[in-house]
């Protein structure tokens, strides 16, 4: 009996829906309604035939016409009457790859083959069998595990009755799907599930997980980051702007605390975007940011930061996100006494918005210092679940509105009588009083900046809110 989630690849060429595959197995709507706009609401006489779904975080692969999209392995969890496994999205398999970026990516394919405990192989009914289908057919039946052939993009009855050749890949009966109408997923399901090994736990609680975005620029390091975390070459490192296209999710436990962490893409700014696939997967990247706990900054300490760089910091802040800023390639900074604080009066000026947040040096290249960015994120974590008791908050207030009484505005001052923190995750403070809608921002810097005096809340931003009484 194993006692590791087993886990599910996704492989097939490119560009015959492996990801929309993915996408549809982890999706968190239900897969029989009958409808196929995943965000849309179904109409009041629509009826699902089936309400059973797969319980996964809503998490999606980026799907494009280009081939070559999908490069890292993506994994999620996914639960399936009553069974807990793992789907892994890979890259396309080329057997004979001419670019060392496309070599790479069938290392990883051959990574996820390895780890499998089941194979979905994936062809396009459209196209017919390739000479790749078969070369990659001969390639899977090769690792003697449990395969299943899914041929996809059944969309119509013509394709069903066209389908039948690839009876002559030479696998057991062919499983028919459509993720476009999200047909065939259902019955697919069923049949992984009831093919699984036994393992210890059938259910995975991940709600104290801390989810971590790794952001940045194109080219900062942010993958060599996680591999050197890892220890392996999970993510693709390549010197060329773009290479990891989709955010990828990876869990990681450090200190006995479970970390998932996201690999984004490199978010370039707007103007910079010129095609549909780039704008897609910054989308995915932003997307990362709101769904995570902590939002990890990787900036590059051999340039100087730019606009990107301090637009991607004040959306983490806009958001409510705490966060970490990592300075990476501090191996190839000449340094004497005072290079780092020369650094950090830098970084004070040039990222304002994150003035709060701590900074971590290290160097992917060596491994320095790479581990303590899991050591910060969890104490930063650990501020941005705070709560302050009421009577130590009114203390304080009590004790800056003497020192600093609100200034007046148009001759009336504001009365600040009460406060009280309402929520965590960000820290959110609502205060009561009289004319407080004459509050101006500099006062309110006052009060943030001496609650984190008082009490912390090291890298993670601070709302305040009023209401009159």
């Not at 994994?75 to 070599?103: M, N, Q, S």
């Not at 780890?115 to 078969?134: N, Q």
């Not at 009561?432 to 004459?438: D, E, L, P």
Request: proline content about 6%; aromatic content about 6%; hydrophobic content about 40%.
């Amino acid at each position: 009996m194993e006692t590791r989630r087993p886990i599910v690849a996704i492989v097939g060429r490119p560009n015959v829906g492996k990801s929309s595959l993915f996408n549809r197995i982890t999706a968190s709507a239900p897969l029989t309604l009958p409808y196929t706009n995943d965000d849309a609401e179904p109409e009041a006489n629509d009826k699902p035939v089936n309400t059973r779904r797969p319980r996964a975080s809503r998490k999606f692969a980026v799907v494009h016409d280009t081939p070559g999209v999908t490069r890292d392995r993506n994994y999620a969890d996914v639960e399936w009457a009553d069974r807990a496994f793992t789907v892994v999205d890979t890259g396309g398999l080329d057997i004979d790859p001419d670019d060392r970026l496309i070599d790479n990516v069938q290392s990883q394919v051959d990574t996820a083959l390895d780890e499998a405990s089941l194979i979905l192989f994936v062809v396009d009914a459209r196209t017919g069998i390739m000479p790749h289908d078969r070369t990659v057919a001969d390639k899977l039946r090769a690792t003697d595990k449990p395969i299943f052939l899914v041929v996809n993009k059944v969309d119509t009855e013509r394709f069903r009755n066209e389908a039948a050749e690839f009876y002559a890949l030479g696998f057991p009966e062919p499983i028919w799907t459509s993720c476009v109408q999200n047909d065939g997923i259902r019955e697919l399901l069923d049949l992984v599930v009831d093919s699984l090994p036994e393992t210890d736990e059938t259910l995975y609680d991940t709600s104290g997980t801390i989810k971590i975005a790794i952001v940045g620029r194109p080219n900062v390091g942010k993958s060599s980051l996680i591999n050197n975390l890892l220890g392996e070459e999970r993510m693709i490192v390549d010197d060329r702007p773009g290479t990891t296209r989709d955010a990828v999710n990876i869990q990681i436990v450090h200190d006995n605390i479970p970390f998932e962490i996201v690999d984004t893409a490199g978010m370039r700014r707007k103007s910079a975007i010129n095609d549909e696939l780039e704008s897609a997967t910054v989308k995915r990247a932003i997307h990362s940011i709101r769904q995570s706990d902590i939002a990890v900054l990787v900036l590059d300490v051999t340039q100087e930061a730019a606009q990107q760089d301090k637009t991607i910091a004040k959306f983490i802040e806009r958001q409510g996100k705490a966060s970490v800023l990592v300075m990476n390639k501090w191996d190839l900074i000449e340094k004497d006494n005072a290079t780092h604080p020369a650094f950090m009066e830098k970084l004070d000026i040039q990222l304002p918005q994150l003035d709060y947040v701590p900074r971590v040096f290290v160097s992917a290249a060596t491994g320095q210092r790479v581990t303590q960015i899991l050591t910060t994120a969890l104490e930063v974590h650990r501020e941005y679940c705070t709560h302050i008791p009421t009577p130590a908050l009114n203390e304080l207030l009590l004790e800056l509105r003497n020192a600093h009484p609100p200034p007046r505005v148009k001759g009336v001052r504001p009365a600040l009588k009460y406060i009280t923190q309402v929520e965590t995750k960000p820290p959110t403070f609502l205060i009561f009083g009289r004319n407080v809608n004459r509050v101006g921002q500099p006062y309110e810097a006052y009060l943030v900046n001496n609650i984190r005096r008082e009490f912390g809340f090291h890298g993670t931003p601070i709302r305040i809110f009023y209401r009159r009484s």
